[in-house]
């Protein structure tokens, strides 16, 4: 079982930038799909971001593309997330994600077995 903690959240204004990093440990498979999610309440759940631990090849929710970058450090076993020109509509709380897998192709449709506790994002106008 992977264990993950997220931590960098917090409030900040519209244009603002964040960075979330994800911390891993357990047993954690040299091959993994790490997710970023984020929910509101009454929405449902959208995909930020995902990494492909073994080739370090990433992909975006169309919300998001061009503005976050998802990245690894594999010595700290840790996955970040930098969110730049942070609009209202970023408000949610995010989530990382693992799946022991070998490709991240269809992350957003295919189940994460492990998850962080989350980590909310305010983005004030």
């Known amino acids: 079982q992977v264990h993950l903690v997220e931590s960098g959240g917090g409030s900040v204004q519209a244009g603002g930038s964040l960075r979330l990093s994800c911390v891993a440990s357990?047993?954690?498979?040299?091959?993994?799909?790490m997710g970023w999610f984020r929910q509101t309440p009454g929405k449902e759940r959208e995909g930020v971001a995902a990494?492909?631990?073994?080739?370090?090849?990433?992909t975006y929710g169309d919300s998001v593309k061009g503005r976050f970058t998802i990245s690894q450090d594999n010595a700290k076993n840790t996955v970040y997330l930098q969110m730049n020109s942070l609009q209202p509509e970023d408000t949610a709380m995010y989530y990382c994600?693992?799946?022991?897998?070998?490709?991240?192709?269809?992350?957003?449709?295919?189940?994460?077995?492990?998850w962080g506790q989350g980590i909310q994002v305010t983005v004030s106008s």
């Open positions: 357990g047993d954690i498979p040299a091959s993994t799909c």
């Open positions: 990494i492909y631990t073994w080739e370090d090849t990433a």
């Open positions: 994600a693992a799946r022991p897998w070998n490709t991240c192709y269809d992350w957003e449709r295919q189940p994460f077995p492990d």
